[in-house]
């Protein structure tokens, strides 16, 4: 079992910056792959970004985020970071952090089976 909780978020004009953390509990969280999804009202949870295990390694990105938004972990602190930039309005959301075990990136919600209880971003115009 992890526990995951998700702060940072907040209210930001476009072209701010903000930046989430994820604090893990429980099992070892250099075991688990980790990602941001996120929520804006009236959709789907989407993804934003993911790493591998280790701590310096490979990520991903959603198409829109790319060069504006950086996701690392620090497994020494068992914590989750997504760095965002450049923030858009579109970028609005309630993003959650999310852990799975193994050791590659994944981007379906149905790869991971823990989630944090979620940070409203709200980037307003």
């Known amino acids: 079992q992890v526990q995951l909780v998700e702060s940072g978020g907040g209210l930001v004009q476009a072209g701010g910056s903000l930046r989430l953390s994820c604090a893990a509990s429980?099992?070892?969280?250099?075991?688990?792959?980790m990602a941001w999804f996120r929520q804006a009202p009236g959709k789907e949870r989407e993804f934003v970004a993911a790493v591998v295990s280790w701590s310096i390694g490979s990520t991903d990105y959603t198409d829109s985020v790319k060069g504006r938004f950086a996701i690392s972990r620090d497994n020494a602190k068992s914590t989750l970071y997504l760095e965002m930039n450049s923030l858009k309005p579109e970028d609005t959301a309630i993003y959650y952090c999310?852990?799975?075990?193994?050791?590659?990136?994944?981007?379906?919600?149905?790869?991971?089976?823990?989630w944090g209880q979620g940070t409203q971003v709200t980037v307003s115009s």
């Open positions: 999310a852990a799975a075990p193994g050791w590659g990136l994944a981007r379906l919600t149905s790869d991971y089976n823990y």
């Open positions: 429980g099992r070892t969280f250099s075991a688990y792959r």
